[in-house]
């Protein structure tokens, strides 16, 4: 339906049709209406009493005239109904618009879906897929606020000081992103327009590390054999029997400033050392995977410490930045950083939106399957690898750049994610 005229668009139509020689055409060309419409307002104005040699053109000339019909049910009351349920909460958000017709019905507004579509459409809303966001409980809020706090005065010469570095889980005969196939309407069993979905795609993990000044080292991590497993265990013990000594003595003087008492003698027998797991005993999970032992043993130490002393010659205030993952957090871990001097920096927890290294994760997604998944993991090792090398330091630069406008954000938002990633 062709949008009405407003009434200034019809006094310019009676003004020009009165007062000047121009043809029902050029004025039609002039306020972008029809040839009849344009003689339709004229002579509606004519017969609402306008005369030629009347200069004043009142609005009751040209006013739009009554409609007859049923009254719009398009008004501003049920609008706003609609509109404020719609935004109620998440909830309100998923509700269909037969929904929303039923909910009204009970107030006493009869309203179809389509209406109720066409109102939301108008407003500009329309379903789509909903933002996708890790989940913070007040705590994760409070301790995002608290590290931004603390970090909020750090210029980007600070953060070009730190190693970003992070694994990521790619999934075998998968291609990241949504994509569409040009068919008819009878092709959608043609094998070309076919995508197979595949029971058991194994996955493997991948691991980087990049700078502001360049890209640092890469794993992908491969299935550990029987061999390494017992290779792993006559280390973990050689190590046992190395730290043995240093955590029992710390844990001798820890109990004795804690029995001492000027009062009195606490009650109960002594203590008695045992070294297991609560007292610092090395060990590996039964689950397997990556854990403490298999990043120290192919990334850590082989890895990302000689990288963060390469770093050290030109920025001698390098950090490695690192998350709370397991096989980060372990407390040996902390003693291989310290005995290397190295700095770590952790980082807050579920708070992908601040580390710029997560970014990187989709693109090299999409580069590797842009020509299709991978369909073996020595295809896809050696894809992410090529993929990473090509990673041009630019947008990795502009990824670090963003930190202190995603910081200003999350401090304004009180430790919060909804805003939008990104140069803001």
Known sequence: MPKQPDIATRATVVALKAYTSKSSHEIATITNLSISAVNKIYARAIERGFEVNHNNIQDAFVQDAQRTGRPTKQDQPTTTTILSKVRLDRYGREKSCADLAGELSKEGIIISAATIWRILKNAGLRKTKPTRKPGLTKKMKADRLAWCLEHQAWTLDDWKNVIWSDETSVILLHRRGSYRVWRSKDEAFVRSCIRERWKGACEFMFWGCFTYDKKGPYHCW???????????????????????????????????????????????????????????????????????????????????????????????????????????????????????????????????????????????????????????????????????????????????????????????????????????
Not at 302 to 307: A, C, E, G
Request: glycine share 6%; hydrophobic share 35%.
């Open 222 to 424: 491969k299935p550990e054999t029987a061999q390494e497993k017992r290779e792993s265990e006559q280390e973990i013990e050689q190590l046992n029997c190395e730290i043995e000594p240093i955590l029992k003595a710390d844990w001798e003087l820890e109990t004795q400033m804690r029995r001492v008492n000027l009062r009195r003698q606490p009650a109960g027998k002594r203590p008695i050392w045992k070294f297991n797991q609560k007292t610092g005993k090395l060990g590996r999970g039964r689950k397997g995977g990556i854990d403490w032992y298999r990043y120290q043993k192919l990334i850590l130490i082989p890895k990302l410490l000689p990288f963060a002393k390469e770093c050290a010659i030109q920025r001698p205030n390098t950090l490695v930045q690192e998350d709370k993952a397991p096989a980060h957090s372990h407390y040996i871990q902390q003693r291989v950083f310290d005995a290397a001097k190295v700095n770590r920096l952790i980082w807050c927890g579920n708070s992908p939106d601040l580390n710029p290294i997560e970014p990187a994760w989709p693109w090299l997604k999409r580069v590797t399957t842009k020509k299709g998944a991978p369909k073996s993991r020595q295809e896809a090792y050696i894809a992410w690898q090529a993929a990473w090398r090509e990673m041009p330091q630019e947008k990795i630069q502009r990824w670090i750049e963003r930190i202190p406008t995603h910081i200003k954000k999350i401090i304004e938002l009180d430790g919060g994610n909804e805003y939008k990633e990104g140069r803001l």
